[in-house]
Structures are given as structure tokens and as C-alpha cells.
Nanobody, 119 residues
């Protein structure tokens, strides 16, 4: 079955950096775009970053442009989110996501990893 497992979250001071990883299994990773979302307490889940199948194109939410980068290693079936210059407003649970065809098209989500930016 499809599994997305995030790691790398934690507590970091403002201005610091974190690198999130999402290990994927149960589908042909290299044939799907991958996404990172986040959800802060009391707020809607929002799309943070997207990367195409071979990593040739990426897109970011305006709030993270210039600070976050997304990359992937298709040989390892892993997608990464490098977060630099972190701000308190980046505090959220970060989720890995893929829209995959398994008998039908469906969204698949990881369990999430908490990122807290605080001094």
C-alpha cells in the first residue's frame, strides 16, 4: 500500500534551518509530482511546495519563496523540503502529499511532522 513517512521536524530558533524528508513506498515514485503542505493550529492546510516528476520544475507558496527549496531523489523514493530563515509563522505540522492513481485517483498523506520555530 501507499506509504508516505515524514521525518526531520523539531524545534528551531527563528532564523534557523531544518530539512524535512518524506520516504515514499507502494507506488512508482518517479512518475508522480510530490507536494509539501502545512497546517498551523486553527488554520486551513496550505500547499507549501510542489516538485514535478523529475524535479525539473518547482513551485512555492508566496510566504516561503526564497527561503524554502524542494528536491527529490527518485532513486531513494524520497522528497525533501529544505527550510531556511525560519520564522515563528512557519510553525505548523508539515505533511507530504501525492495525488496517485491506484484504481482511482486519490490524495495520499503522511502522518505529518511538527515544526516549531521559537526562541
Amino acid at each position: 500500500q501507499v506509504q508516505l513517512v515524514e521525518s526531520g521536524g523539531g524545534l528551531v530558533q527563528p532564523g534557523g534551518s531544518l530539512r524535512l524528508s518524506c520516504a515514499a513506498s507502494g507506488f512508482t515514485f518517479s512518475t508522480y509530482a510530490m507536494n509539501w503542505y502545512r497546517q498551523a493550529p486553527g488554520k486551513k492546510r496550505e500547499l507549501v511546495a510542489t516538485i514535478t516528476r523529475i524535479g525539473s520544475s518547482t513551485n512555492f507558496a508566496d510566504s516561503v519563496k526564497g527561503r524554502f527549496t524542494i528536491s527529490r531523489d527518485n532513486a531513494k523514493s524520497t522528497v525533501y523540503l529544505q527550510m531556511n530563515s525560519l520564522k515563528p509563522e512557519d510553525t505548523a505540522v508539515y505533511y507530504c502529499n501525492a495525488f496517485i492513481f491506484k484504481e482511482t485517483w486519490s490524495d495520499y498523506w503522511g502522518q505529518g511532522t511538527q515544526v516549531t520555530v521559537s526562541s
